[in-house]
């Protein structure tokens, strides 16, 4: 294969025995049809209500690249989800991450919006004799849902419901959200991580077994000292049954490592019995929620939540968050071994473009046909990378017809 010029179509960056055209990560082109086909009309996260309890109670986050906010309103308690972008001339109204306000001021010219998003101030408007104020409110997401506690939004003002676009990725959320006695909310805030890579190759290492072995290498060398043995990750990943990765379907997958419903997880990686992808851009790893916010093609921007369980002891959840820092932290144990191999590395590997194909075929052979249309494959195998590409490769299409 000879490197491609200017922006083949999807079909054509992913073959039939799975390898994928290197640009999918590097090409602006594509990135920007990313945009529109994958954040621009399917339902994005973009809050837990537990970050939004009271009225009045907002955070700020993205919707692919668009900066929102997410807010509770002051005077009716809707979740609304306000594009983050002053009517005027274009400031972001509101910098903090989060709070709770009746209002949000600009600070660039002070024009003043209720936080429902109606204008309700200029300054010094007599300059403006002709300005139809009802028409500069802060834009507003036409829809918003919430699924066992988690809020999406989408730019499409018809479409699939939230629950249906989640399909068979349903049952895993709600487990999520039952970790807790009285269920869980994530009240730490974000541990952010930016790499210059595409934010892709965070999704797909959310669920890659097969590179824990050699990444995180150091970090299992320090477990058998402390436990005198190897650790049996590496072991149940390759040979374990009840180890499996499952294309949900949409785009969603899932790698169980114990029992979904008992919450079993074989004391392995976390508290959660498995790590779980939502299509696009939302993932879900050990006691950690993740948010992997796309920039460029080469730069992304990934805040990690810590999930706490409502109804257990400070000191439990406080364990969540040693044990989280323990793994994820700047000094932790693994989260650092992985922006360095697979992200920074990869993308500077992929500016090698003369050969620019990859493989992405682990374990095809051996997929199974699993309940409600899913596809089952062993632990290490590429099962959860596939039913990402074969969602995206649909809406990209769908997008360039
Ligand atoms: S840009 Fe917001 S008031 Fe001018
Ligand atoms: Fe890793």
Redesign the pocket.
Known sequence: MTTTTGTPSPADLITDDWRLHGSIYTSPAIFAAEQEALFHGPWLYVAHESELREDGDYKTTYAGTQPVIVVRGADDGEIRVLLNR?R????A?CHDERGNANYFR?P????TYKNSGELRGITYDDAYPELDRDQLGLVRLPRVESFAGFVFASFAAAGPSLEEYLGNAGRYLRIVSEQGPDGIRLSAGSHKLAYRGNWKLQVENTIDNYHFGFVHRSFLDVLADRIGEAPPIMQNVLKNPEWRTIDLGNGHSVHEFGDPETGNNQGQLGDLPFNLIIFPNLCFVGAQLRHILPKAADATEVRLYPILHEGDSDADNAAILRAHEGFYGPAGMGGADDIEVAFDRVGDGLKAVEEDWLVMSRGLHREQPGENGTVVGRASDEVPQRAFYRQWRRLMAEEAA
């Open positions: 002053c005027h001339r274009g400031s109204v600009c660039y010219h002070g024009w």
